[in-house]
């Protein structure tokens, strides 16, 4: 077996949930079935690549479709109301339809976006993935951020102070 | 039982702005019998509305009107419309800030004295020394309840300050500890102690850290002689023939205008807002705006030399737990100049959540590199660089030619460019920070550039003569008796350390003036 197709493989083992689908006209599936949406604005298929798109950006294996789904998916509400933002997007995915975006590797992607990095369509979906990611509770677990604290009492009984490895603390 | 006074009450003093200068300088007030009707922009938002959510209370409480900025400074380009990133609510950025309150050092009273001549900076001596302030500091950390004072026992260290500590050890650095910091190692003044929930900057959910929110402004409120009205803008300072201040105009939370009379006006709005309002109270008598006959409303606006180092290491370090900013190393703070800058910097622990650290790390970052630095935030330590910047006149609160605000008032337009000190001082702090977590074994290490502003000062500044700045030692203004400046912007120079305990400080001998002065009828 070639060092490349083990780099294949092991791409498509740590990015299964990038494998997104799209069922009929607005309906996007994706982690293997574990989620899906129904789009009011784009296309089943432009909010397919958005998806893409985001998971390009920030792309983290370790968090599947869901989280950069529901990005999307706030996106195409608010595009149900603002036609600018809807041109912007639809502008977006098309660019990266015509690139083939879908079939390219992760640094294939990354190339590709940088070249667009300045464009609005870019800046727009960045933006909302910056706060949309990582403010998501689910993602928190993941990173190991525990988030709100308040209600447990702090952290004064509960591990401010426990770090172990430190030789000279 | 909090006071209700009549518009048309001549005889109050008019404070503008309820954070650590305005809240502070009501409250002393009150408690001498001075009757203060207290104007604040924002919301009345108490403890029990704050949540530990970063975006949550940034919508919430963060001053989000708009203003345009200007210049080469990096805020520029990454938060074009936010230039600085203060509070709009009762209790200004006192309800947000970290709690940090260090007295100044000598030779950052006296830095044209010291620091001589250097190109580009409108450098000035402050008209009082460290030895006049030292008993307002004094009154000023017993009022703060500053750990590592008074006997107040300094706070445990967080695991960001353990790797910190070690760093530092390892460095060789000598004075470093939890800090002085204005959040309550043990129960005081009727408020708890830190239970290390973090989230210092959405509002402290157990009330240890002081914040006039809770302190300054009920206990003013309690003497009878204290009127707060949240949800009030300043619109304008007005005046009579004889160039006296006589009252102000402000906007209610339906936008409604009235004006309140005053026997004095002290505006302590925060160093964008106060010289703003100074310009947008021109008139046919004062064509350049009150209080400007020097030129130097809204110039020389500083905002300290800052930058942030974070670090990863091998293992969890969990720096979210406990307070946000309970460490520093001080060896940096003083003035060397053969660091190849004059002036010092503080290193101060800092720890931001996941939603912030995403949005400031490195902020417009993406890709595989950002993303692999986001996946390493559970092993992540972080500090903040802090120092002394150099005011230049260039750097200036304007109004903005064609924006205006929802009461048809311009907008304010922050321009900053960075001085070559202050580049100088900013490479030594990022390479002195990671070297501290290098010590200690870091594997990749962030120069986080600066945030919006969080200390912004200088733009009504204090000086001895009446044509170098805008206020006399006592924030009054050269040219107006009755009027005064009671916020950061009076501050000559920036110092390296956080501005809060000197405003408080201020405040406190401000208030002693204002009430004598009353007193004797002066004015």
Sequence with gaps: MSKSVMGRRAFLATTSGAIVLVAGGNLVIGGNGAWAMSTKAL??????????????????????????????????????????????????????????????????????????????????????????????PDVWKVLGYEGPSAELGGYIDRGFDDIDWLQDA | MAATFELNDDSVVVVIGSGAGGGTLSNELAQKGVKVVLLEAGGRHEIEDFSND????????????????????????????????????????????AGASLRFQEHEFKVKSIYGDIPGANLLDWPISLAEMEPYYDRAEDKLGVTGTHGIPRLPGSNNFRVFAAGAKKLGYKDFHTGNMAINSQPRDGRGACQQIGFCFQGCKSGAKWSTLYTEIPKGEATGNLEVRPSSQALQIQHNAAGKVTGVLYADKDGKQHV?????????????????????????????????????????????????????????????RGTTMAGIIKDEAGNKPERGFVGGYEMETLSLGVPFMAAFLEPGAWGRDFASAMEGYANMAGMWLVGEDMPQEKNAI???????????????????????????????????????????????????????????????????????????????????????????????????????????ALAIRQAEYIAERMAKNEI
């Design chain 1, 43 to 136: 296309t089943g298929d432009e909010a397919a690549m958005l998806v893409r798109m985001a998971r390009a950006t920030y792309p983290h294996a370790m968090l599947d479709d869901t989280i950069y789904g529901k990005v999307i998916h706030g996106l195409d509400e608010k595009a149900a109301s603002d036609p600018a933002l809807l041109r912007s997007l639809q502008e977006g995915a098309a660019t990266l339809k015509d690139k083939k975006f879908e079939t390219l590797d992760e640094a294939g992607q990354e190339a590709v976006l940088k070249a667009i990095e300045s464009s609005a369509p870019f800046q727009t979906v960045r933006g909302e993935c910056v706060v949309g990611i990582y403010n998501n």
């Design chain 2, 398 to 504: 304007t109004l903005h030619r064609a924006e205006k605000d929802q009461y048809g008032l311009p907008v304010p337009n922050v321009h900053f460019d960075d001085h070559a000190n202050d580049i100088a001082m900013r490479e030594h702090a990022y390479k002195q920070g990671s070297a501290v977590y290098e010590a200690v074994g870091a594997v990749r290490t962030f120069r986080t550039p600066p945030y919006p502003s969080t200390h912004n000062l200088g733009t009504n500044r204090m000086s001895e003569k009446a044509s170098d700045g805008v206020v006399n030692k006592h924030g009054q203004t050269h040219d107006i008796a009755n009027l005064f400046i009671s916020d950061g912007s009076q501050f000559t120079t920036g110092a390296a350390e956080n501005p809060t305990l000197t405003i408080v």
């Design chain 2, 54 to 97: 970063e975006w949550g209370m940034f919508g919430q409480i963060s001053w989000l009107d708009k203003r345009t900025t200007s210049g080469s400074w990096r805020v520029a380009k990454d938060f074009s419309g936010l230039p600085a990133w203060i509070v709009k609510a009762v209790g200004g950025s006192t309800v947000h800030w």
């Design chain 2, 260 to 320: 309140q009379k005053a026997r004095v006006v002290a505006v302590a709005g925060n160093s964008i807002e106060s010289p703003r309002l100074l310009l947008n109270s021109a008139s046919a008598k004062f064509p350049d705006g009150l209080a400007n006959s020097s030129g130097q409303v809204g110039k020389n606006y500083m905002r300290h030399m800052t930058g942030s180092v974070y670090a990863i290491f091998d293992k969890p370090v969990r720096m979210y």
